[in-house]
């Protein structure tokens, strides 16, 4: 692969340069996508629960998933759009357009951050939507105990 370099006052950057963020961000899109079908699952989930039976924590966790899908969106776009100026970076120093393939690098590299910034927002919100169901867990945990209590009274009472 013949080796297309600019040296200015930052440094060098080749054709390999950005052609190492291709593994990184594939393997990043691939998470992204794990991501989206785990939500994706939780909520037909939710949805069969919902019309099955009413639950308040269903209701109150419509809002973090719709959040959720939102962010995945959002990384999702942000990282094939990355991906996408990774690319043509690497074909504009191809071709010689060194300061081209320079800026589209930069650019891919601020898209590549933003999509992990919208991941770690989404995680933020995920861990929310895990205490919602903890929450509901302990709660369902309290009741059962006070009904463990309540019923070998009633016996002792009625006698």
């Given amino acids: 692969m013949p080796s297309f370099e600019y040296t200015g006052s930052s440094g060098t950057l080749t054709l390999t340069t950005p052609a190492l963020l291709f593994p990184a961000i594939s393997l990043l899109l691939l998470a992204y996508t794990n991501?989206?079908?785990?939500?994706?699952?939780?909520?037909?989930?939710?949805?069969?629960?919902?019309?099955?039976?009413?639950q308040d924590v269903t209701a109150r966790q419509i809002p973090l998933l719709r959040k959720r899908i939102s962010l995945t969106k959002r990384m999702q776009v942000a990282g094939v759009l990355s991906f996408l100026l990774?690319?043509?970076?690497?074909?504009?120093?191809?071709?010689?357009?060194?300061?081209?393939?320079?800026?589209?690098?930069?650019?891919s590299l601020v898209t590549l951050s933003v999509s992990l910034v919208y991941s770690l927002w989404e995680v933020t919100i995920s861990t929310n939507a895990l205490n919602v169901q903890l929450q509901d867990i302990e709660a369902l945990g309290g009741e059962r105990k006070c009904s463990e209590r309540i019923s070998p009274d009633e016996p002792r009472e009625a006698s």
């Fill in 35 to 54: 991501r989206f079908l785990v939500l994706a699952q939780l909520i037909r989930k939710l949805a069969e629960k919902e019309r099955n039976l009413h």
């Fill in 86 to 107: 990774c690319t043509l970076s690497m074909f504009a120093l191809f071709l010689s357009l060194e300061l081209l393939g320079m800026i589209l690098f930069g650019v």
